[in-house]
């Protein structure tokens, strides 16, 4: 015999039906599909004189979109008004097959898999977390059972790597009202804008997360439609997954190098990035560390009918300090004032290697999404060194605006 809840239940669901629809499934939990960008709480009707009881058996085919993943649209910079940022055209390293290798895909890759965190809040909207529901997204679907109330859901994708080896770490245990995600420190040391650590950090993977809080579930069908052509009723919400790690493309462009610079030591810096995410917020963790990524020496490359040789790679970041950059729209609302670093160990040709350090700190803070990043280096103003055992000089250069002049500290 059910109790009068149930009752109410059955009677608002029954009220609600069109066509001499009956109740599917007679409990007081409330069957739904789950959407990431389009989410679908789902209320079967079946038309008598059938009784079909749903047990959870019937997939629904939804599709989980994301924010335009093409760097052109996502990197929507108006440097200067009325013409928007083409990166492709200050993007001379290029991308081939052995960058492929090395660096993965130059942007960004739609995730097919997704880690979704479903919060029971009971009748309390923005309540803090008591309870956490985990479950994996394959193939764009999901069924699960909702109870009357209030629930936050957390959605962020699965990490898939070419080499297999994963960087990107996630602290659900600290805290249930958010995740943090961080990775670890490498062996390779560091001296710029990272006070608190010795060592440089591994880049993160391309990450993607969704949150929406206080998602009702009532038993009078609020804000449920009915959708005909699949015979369900449906509650839809707008959830966007939107990056929260950042690209950004360095290239140190070597005119008049004549064989002087044959070399990298295929490894780079950049300093003054955050240590850690809020996957929840999308807002970037307070502590300064120093990230390390991969480079590689392109001679014979052309530029504006120059040959040059060019030094490049692709970098992941969780981007500058205490920011979300998907919810600002220019460089005057960041409020770290970090300096950001960028280092990179160049090997001559009398076999003695160097490190040059630039300071990139202007274009960091203008390209805020990512983006790429530009040094240009005149080799006829660079000696070659000729102390051996380890690097010669350390070279801090200034951003390379308008043809300007560089500055060396040597």
Not at 36 to 50: D, H, N, S, Y
Not at 373 to 389: C, K
Request: glycine fraction near 6%; charged fraction near 20%; charge should be negative.
């Amino acid at each position: 015999m059910h109790n009068n809840r149930h009752n109410i239940f059955v009677a608002a669901w029954q009220q609600s039906c069109r066509w001499g629809h009956s109740v599917r499934r007679q409990t007081a939990s409330l069957l739904a599909a789950v959407v990431v960008t389009t989410l679908i709480f789902t209320l079967a009707c079946e038309r008598e004189p059938v009784l079909h009881l749903h047990e959870g058996a019937e997939p629904i085919d939804i599709n989980i979109p994301i924010i335009n993943l093409d760097l052109s649209t996502y990197w929507d910079y108006e440097f200067v008004y009325g013409v928007t940022y083409d990166w492709k055209a200050e993007w001379y390293y290029g991308w081939d097959a052995i960058d492929y290798q090395i660096f993965g895909n130059i942007g960004y890759t739609e995730p097919k898999v997704f880690n979704l965190r479903r919060y029971f809040t009971f009748h309390i909207p923005f309540a803090p977390h008591t309870q956490v529901i985990a479950n994996t997204v394959t193939g764009n679907s999901f069924q699960g059972k909702y109870n009357f109330g209030f629930w936050d859901l957390l959605v962020w994708n699965d990490v898939v790597t070419i080499d297999g080896i994963q960087s990107l770490n996630f602290d659900e245990a600290t805290t249930l009202d958010y995740v943090t995600a961080y990775t670890n420190q490498t062996m390779v040391p560091t001296r710029y804008q990272a006070p608190k650590y010795t060592r440089a950090f591994y880049e993160p993977e391309a990450l993607f997360s969704a949150y929406e809080q206080a998602i009702e579930v009532n038993e009078n069908l609020d804000g449920f439609e009915y959708d005909p052509v699949r015979d369900l009723w449906v509650k839809r919400l707008d959830m966007l997954l939107k990056p929260v790690t950042y690209i950004y493309l360095p290239q140190i462009i070597l005119h008049n190098n004549h064989n002087k610079i044959v070399n990298v030591d295929g490894s780079g810096n950049l300093s003054g990035m955050a240590r850690t995410v809020n996957i929840n917020t999308g807002i970037s963790g307070s502590d300064a560390v120093t990230v390390h990524y991969n480079v590689r020496f392109k001679p014979y490359c052309l530029k504006d009918q120059e040959v040059v040789d060019i030094i490049g790679g692709r970098l992941m970041t969780f981007g500058m300090c205490d920011l979300n950059p998907n919810a600002i729209t220019r460089q005057e609302d960041i409020p770290e004032k970090r300096r950001h670093y960028m280092d990179v160990t160049m090997l001559f040709n009398n076999g003695i290697d160097s490190t040059f350090v630039f300071d990139v700190t202007d274009q960091v803070r203008q390209k805020y999404k990512g983006g790429v990043l530009t040094i240009e280096l005149d080799m006829d103003t660079i000696p070659v060194p000729s102390r051996s055992g380890g690097s010669a000089f350390d070279a801090i250069v200034k951003d390379y605006e308008d043809g300007g002049t560089h500055e060396f500290e040597m």
